[in-house]
C-alpha cells in the first residue's frame, strides 16, 4: 500500500475520512514528524527520505518545490494536490482510490491534482 505524507496544512477531516476508510493507511502528518513550521524544500526532503507522498492543500508554492527537486535530479516520491474547491467527501474518494490501487514508486516525480479524471 501506498505511503502517505499529510502536509501540515491538509484539512484534518479528509485525514480523518482516509482513516476511517482505510483503517491500515499508512501516513504521517508533516507536524507529527516534527516539521510544523519547515519550509517546502525540507518537507520534500522529509517526504523523498521517507518515501511518502506528500498530500497538500498548498498549489501556490509546493509545486513549484517539487519541479525543483525533479530538476536538480533529486527524488521526489510525488504530491496529489487537493485544492480548496474539492468536497471533502470527493478527496477522501480519490485518495482511497490512490492508496489502495497504486504501488509504491508509482508516483515518482509526479504532480497530481485531485479530483481525478
Known sequence: MLKLAADENLNNDILRGLRRMVPDVDVVRVQDAGLAGADDARVLDWAASAGRVLVTH??????????????R???????????ASISTRQAIEDLRLIV????????EGQVQYLPLR
Do not use: L, N
Not at 498548498?58 to 530538476?71: H, L
Not at 510525488?78 to 485544492?83: A, Q, T
Not at 489502495?100 to 508516483?107: D, V
Open 58 to 71: 498548498d498549489v501556490a508554492t509546493m509545486t513549484s518545490a517539487a519541479y525543483e527537486r525533479i530538476a
Open 100 to 107: 489502495e490501487a497504486s504501488t509504491e514508486g508509482e508516483w
Open 73 to 83: 535530479g533529486q527524488s521526489m516520491p510525488g504530491i496529489f494536490e487537493v485544492p
